[in-house]
């Protein structure tokens, strides 16, 4: 993108989600924090070109070179939809759509999560995508519940409408992996944070007919179908 196009910004001034009747954000109060939006605010507007199309945008910068290494952090934005006791509904944290209308030649991308590294001597980990099951506030991390009540949780689902779906399931193009200082060669799946003993407990593919591919240790697979 050349630095001398014009960007084409509808800003929306949220509050943010630092306020006080809202627990559990540990969220930083900057100078001219105001609580004014108490209601649901929507906006819509068309774009005809000359640059990119924003609907609201924000930047938080993580300036904190005297801070002890990995103490402080920063969320470029969080969005919170909860479900009080005895509502049993459907609840998205987050939906996006990215629509090609008829006529339209578009790619489309959903979600696109991105990570930039500037920093080739960074060796710690660098996710796009990080798919988190939790069921407490991060306060309460070491509050090991009882049950794991991860009944049905799914990490990541592949879904269309009836009469459609996806052509590809996963696809991996031609620059998506590559090796580093750290791993001479790349790796596809990788299984090594998991202990042996866990991994042999679990059904690596489940198929439809009940068969499934576990692992049997010592690099060995094998296939097992219900008697």
Not at 26 to 40: E, F, H, Q, V, Y
Not at 174 to 180: A, C, E, F
Request: net charge neutral; glycine share 8%.
């Amino acid at each position: 993108m050349r630095t001398k196009n014009a960007l084409a910004i509808a800003l929306l001034a949220l509050s943010p989600l630092a306020n006080a009747h809202i627990s559990g954000m540990n969220a930083a109060l900057p100078p001219g924090t105001s609580d004014k939006l108490a209601a649901p605010t929507l906006t819509q507007w068309t774009h005809h070109g000359g640059g990119i199309a924003y609907l609201f945008a924000g930047t938080v910068t993580l300036d904190t070179p005297g801070a002890p290494p990995h103490t402080e952090l920063a969320v470029g934005a969080q969005l919170n939809a909860y479900a009080t006791t005895g509502s049993h509904q459907m609840v998205f944290g987050i939906a996006t759509e990215a629509w090609a209308y008829p006529g339209s030649h578009s790619m489309l991308t959903g979600i696109e999560a991105t990570t930039i590294n500037m920093e080739p001597d960074n060796a710690w980990r660098k996710i796009a995508l990080w798919s988190t099951y939790k069921t407490r506030a991060d306060i309460y991390y070491d509050q090991v519940p009882a049950d794991p009540a991860n009944i049905n949780a799914q990490a990541l689902r592949i879904e269309s409408q009836p009469g459609t779906g996806f052509e590809r399931g996963i696809v991996l193009s031609k620059y998506s992996l590559h090796p580093s200082r750290k791993e001479s060669r790349p790796i596809l799946i990788d299984l090594r944070e998991v202990p042996a003993d866990v991994v042999v407990g679990w059904d690596l593919i489940a198929f439809p007919d009940g068969c499934s591919l576990r692992y049997r240790g010592g690099g060995r697979l094998a296939t097992v179908c219900p008697q």
